[in-house]
């Protein structure tokens, strides 16, 4: 008996023969490399993997995939997502959306697929704009923001992707950068996770929101302004590493660390198992606190498609395969005379 070896597949070997178009500079370029850069981590074999994505820039991304794909309607992708995992769970599936795409039309079905811990991997691209469309304010962009649809600045509050996926029940979340070096590892690992897994990215739209996040991506600014999450060691940040985060009673605050500053065992450290902390971690925004990036929370519950199949199952064993025909005839049926 001959056992067959499968060959190992590097980063190329996930880039499909179309040609990518987006706008020159746009941030997917970016995200796209480091998710075939993970795909290879992972060894994801292309013939069992599944890219599906919605509406918007970001929902090009199937067609750049050398896996199967499927390019949805607006807003409607957790649906198409769940009902593949469902069909087959041996499936590895993603699903790629934009903060128009997965927070305005597609806000309640976003919810419902992390609540329901369907064992799926979700990109969010955060441009904080509509790009597709030329440039309308979106669920994420700030107030006061001015846009070809909000000519006097923005009024709507934005929603925080990465808080609104805690408080859905996500049993994986993260939050990394188009730019940010660490978003290779951060895919990887949620590729690795058994459940929900979202993963919020802020990416640039260099025609219509262009500089975004330079506070959070900029070479002399990042390590600033970025807190770098790592399990089990104190929040510490700054080019110097002379900055920190501290729990004063009930609250944040940000310390000095060092010399005439605070110990590092005076800081908070993080516990990527604390949902209370992750949610407090969400809502650290620039320039009052540094913006947190990396795994906010990781944790095991049973996944969806699995108790759907024990269901099944129990059903079966209890009543038989049944027949669609039967299905239709039994119960509480009538005749029309």
């Not at 949805?72 to 903060?99: E, Q």
């Not at 309308?136 to 009024?155: A, C, D, F, V």
């Not at 996770?193 to 262009?210: K, L, S, W």
Request: charged share 20%.
């Amino acid at each position: 008996m001959s056992i067959t070896t499968l060959p190992i597949l590097k980063a190329k070997d996930y880039s499909s023969d179309q040609e990518v178009r987006w706008c020159p500079g746009c941030g997917d370029y970016a995200i796209l490399n480091a998710v075939h850069r993970a795909c290879a981590k992972l060894q994801l074999r292309p013939e069992n993997t599944v890219f599906v994505s919605g509406i918007g820039c970001s929902s090009r991304f199937p067609y750049y995939m050398e896996t199967y794909g499927f390019h949805t309607i607006h807003g409607r992708a957790p649906g198409f997502v769940s009902g593949i995992k469902l069909a087959n769970p041996k499936l590895d599936v993603w699903m790629v959306t934009g903060d128009g795409d997965g927070f305005s039309i597609g806000g309640n079905h976003m919810l419902h697929i992390l609540r329901r811990n369907v064992n799926v991997h979700i990109l969010l691209f955060n441009n904080r704009i509509y790009g597709l469309t030329k440039g309308q304010y979106s669920p994420t962009s700030e107030i006061g923001q001015k846009t070809k649809s909000s000519p006097m600045g923005s009024l709507d509050h934005p929603i925080n992707p990465t808080l609104v996926a805690l408080a859905a029940e996500a049993t994986f979340v993260a939050r990394s950068a188009d730019k940010d070096r660490a978003l290779p590892d951060v895919l990887e690992e949620a590729g690795r996770h058994r459940g929900a897994a979202f993963v919020e990215i802020y990416q640039n739209c260099n025609i219509f929101n262009d500089g975004a996040f330079d506070p959070l991506t900029g070479k002399d600014e990042r390590e600033d302004n970025v807190l770098y999450l790592e399990n089990g060691s104190p929040m510490i940040f700054g080019k110097d590493k002379n900055r920190g985060i501290r729990m004063v009673g009930n609250k944040p605050q940000v310390v000095a660390v060092g010399d005439g500053g605070f110990a590092h065992d005076d800081l908070l450290f993080h516990d990527d198992g604390n949902r209370a902390q992750a949610m407090m971690l969400a809502e650290f925004e620039h320039p009052d606190f540094p913006v947190p990036m990396g795994i906010f929370l990781r944790e095991q519950r049973p996944v969806y498609e699995e108790a759907v199949e024990a269901q099944v199952t129990q059903s079966i064993a209890k009543r038989g395969a049944g027949t669609l025909a039967s299905l239709l005839t039994e119960g509480e049926t009538y005749e029309v005379k």
